[in-house]
């Protein structure tokens, strides 16, 4: 398993921009697809977005695409989230998680294997 922590959160206002680190331990975590996930107030965790092992594929939600960007350094050991055009509806925890079994990524919870502690993202109107 990969141990994550996450970083980077905290209070912007609307269009503005936050960048989200995770870095990782732990062997596998090149070996591994990274997503990224977000719960807000009152609901379910949601997919964000996630990265391929080689950072070749890539996929976004639709909420997302166009404003977020996600990237790795397997050198060290780190997965970024870079946030732009924030919005309120952006608010939420956002989780990183690792997928040792789905290389290619995957936009389901259940195929990652860890998850880090979550660092909250709050988007002021």
């Known amino acids: 398993q990969v141990q994550l922590v996450e970083s980077g959160g905290g209070l912007v206002q609307a269009g503005g921009s936050l960048r989200l680190s995770c870095a990782a331990s732990?062997?596998?975590?090149?070996?591994?697809?990274m997503g990224w996930f977000r719960q807000a107030p009152g609901k379910e965790r949601e997919f964000v977005a996630v990265?391929?092992?080689?950072?070749?594929?890539?996929s976004y939600a639709s909420s997302v695409k166009g404003r977020f960007t996600i990237s790795r350094d397997n050198a060290k050991n780190t997965v970024y989230l870079q946030m732009s055009s924030l919005k309120p509806e952006d608010t939420a925890v956002y989780y990183c998680?690792?997928?040792?079994?789905?290389?290619?990524?995957?936009?389901?919870?259940?195929?990652?294997?860890?998850w880090g502690q979550g660092t909250q993202v709050t988007v002021s109107s």
């Open positions: 998680a690792a997928s040792f079994y789905n290389k290619y990524g995957s936009t389901y919870q259940r195929d990652f294997d860890s």
């Open positions: 990265i391929s092992w080689t950072g070749g594929t890539i």
């Open positions: 732990g062997r596998t975590f090149s070996s591994s697809a």
